[in-house]
């Protein structure tokens, strides 16, 4: 089906079906054009099938006792040209295709209503998420997104990238706290690189102190990009150590 021209009222719906919990959730995004075009919004985010589940069961998997998630207001003015363009770029189907999840939209417009399932949905989750990580950020439940990487040669060079998403921004930062932009599509093609890969915490270090080339992917510990990730392609990994050292 053809492309959605725009909205007046946006919900989006997903749910992880066949995930076992503590991972099994369910959310409901409800965004509203106002009349000045600004974005409300309505996040209700559940995790649900937790009964059976010890408190040791939750925090073992990295969960907690409270990770529903509820919060309503207002979105940046960026978010409604993208949320636009999202809806007008996307093919759509009248009906679930019986994937393992479940995403659905339903588009209000000056026609009426409906409900559309997109075809690409995978993209559409992860759209569904940076909006997500937008609102955590809004409603202060996560601070920005901050990746951090360390050269030791003879000297030792560092940078961080930190990712706004509420602002749809990605600033890099030097040593010598000299800041510039990195285009926003750029800063995300970088983050799924980062993430494609599988970094170890058994091999986490506090501190880098050897040479070589280290990353902190947000969780707090330091990986060396030599053995503190999981075997694979290691051209891939030596295209990431110099993609990463490209922004010295």
Do not use: C
């Amino acid at each position: 089906m053809s492309a959605i021209s725009s909205f007046n009222k946006l919900e989006i719906h997903f749910d992880t079906k066949i995930l076992p919990p503590p991972f099994s959730h369910r959310y409901k995004l409800a965004i509203e054009k106002s009349g000045d075009n600004n974005l409300g919004v309505d996040l209700n985010l559940e995790y649900y099938g937790r009964e059976e589940l010890s408190d040791e069961d939750i925090l073992v998997e990295g969960f907690s006792e409270s990770d529903n998630y509820q919060w309503k207001g207002k979105l940046p003015p960026i978010w409604t040209t993208v949320i636009d363009n999202k809806l007008q770029s996307s093919n759509w189907k009248k009906k679930a295709d019986g994937q393992d999840s479940e995403l659905f939209l339903r588009i209000g417009h000056s026609q009426g209503a409906e409900m559309m399932w997109p075809a690409d949905k995978k993209q559409w989750e992860t759209f569904a998420q940076e909006l997500i990580q937008a609102i955590f950020e809004l409603g202060k439940k996560e601070a920005p997104l901050k990746i951090e990487f360390l050269n030791i040669e003879n000297v030792q060079r560092f940078y961080n990238i930190e990712y706004k998403f509420a602002e749809r921004a990605v600033l890099l930062e030097a040593a010598e706290k000299h800041q510039k932009p990195m285009d926003w599509h750029e800063g995300q093609r970088l983050l799924k690189y980062i993430f494609s890969f599988d970094y170890l915490p058994e091999d986490a270090i506090d501190k880098p102190k050897k040479q070589g080339n280290y990353i902190s992917p947000g969780d707090g510990l330091w990986y060396d990009l030599s053995h503190s990730v999981q075997k694979g392609d290691s051209e891939k990994l030596e295209r990431l150590v110099e993609t990463l050292k490209g922004y010295l």
